[in-house]
């Protein structure tokens, strides 16, 4: 096994660990919504779309937002149209993060993308699939953009003050790297731990972790800490 191998199942390990969080707050965000011009506002999944967008990619966005949908209809917190509105925006701004990585941009695709095409993919599956007759193709548009701004603009303010704190760079980062970076110190090591038949030696310049054979002095590899 190598270093890079290693590396690469941490940060997986981590993404999956974060998706896992986001769509959980996505579940109990749906708990919070208010009204606004007769409709109810809801903001949290696309907070956590531009979220998941800036941290994780367009690919686990969507994802996220698949799985919060879907989970929210097998709980009876939301409809089937959400489910097509939510991953239009995830991808959107997933896209858009990911070509030009301006947080700006990125709330504006979400808006749109949530609010214009994500409501225009709601009005097939309110009438094919719930079997309901909307006043007309547009009827989901105002309602889903009035979520989706107020999302987008306390998600901007979000990120902007994580950004600030240095904490959105830590949850991007893995540990190794924040090691080695000086951020979060030198790793709190020294210690041994059998590990089948190798020993896992943590010394206390960062980046310097090996995993050793029991009697070796060359290390095999240096795992993420």
Request: aromatic share 8%; with cysteine.
């Amino acid at each position: 096994m190598t270093h890079t191998t290693l590396s690469s199942d941490s940060s997986r390990t981590r993404r999956l660990a974060l998706a896992g969080v986001f769509t959980a707050l996505a579940i109990v965000g749906s708990f919070l919504s208010f009204p606004v011009a007769g409709s109810k506002c809801a903001p949290v999944q696309h907070i956590i779309n531009i979220l998941a967008a800036v941290t994780l990619g367009p690919w686990y966005s969507v994802g996220i937002a698949f799985c919060a949908s879907l989970l929210r209809n097998l709980l009876g917190l939301g409809s089937m149209m959400a489910i097509p509105g939510s991953m239009v925006g995830a991808l959107c701004c997933g896209l858009v993060y990911s070509i030009c990585h301006k947080l700006s941009l990125t709330c504006l695709a979400e808006a749109l993308g949530t609010g214009i095409l994500g409501g225009l993919a709601a009005y097939p599956v309110a009438v094919y699939i719930m079997g309901i007759t909307p006043a007309g193709i547009f009827v989901y548009v105002v309602p889903f953009l009035i979520s989706t701004i107020a999302g987008s603009i306390l998600a901007f303010l979000l990120i902007t003050a994580l950004n600030k704190s240095g904490v959105m760079a830590m949850i991007k980062t893995t540990r190794s790297e924040l090691f080695r970076n000086g951020t979060l110190g030198t790793p709190p090591c020294t210690a041994v731990k059998k590990t089948r038949s190798y020993d896992f030696v943590q010394h206390q310049k960062p980046g310097t972790c090996f995993l050793m054979q029991a009697s070796a002095t060359t290390p095999i590899y240096c795992p993420d800490v």
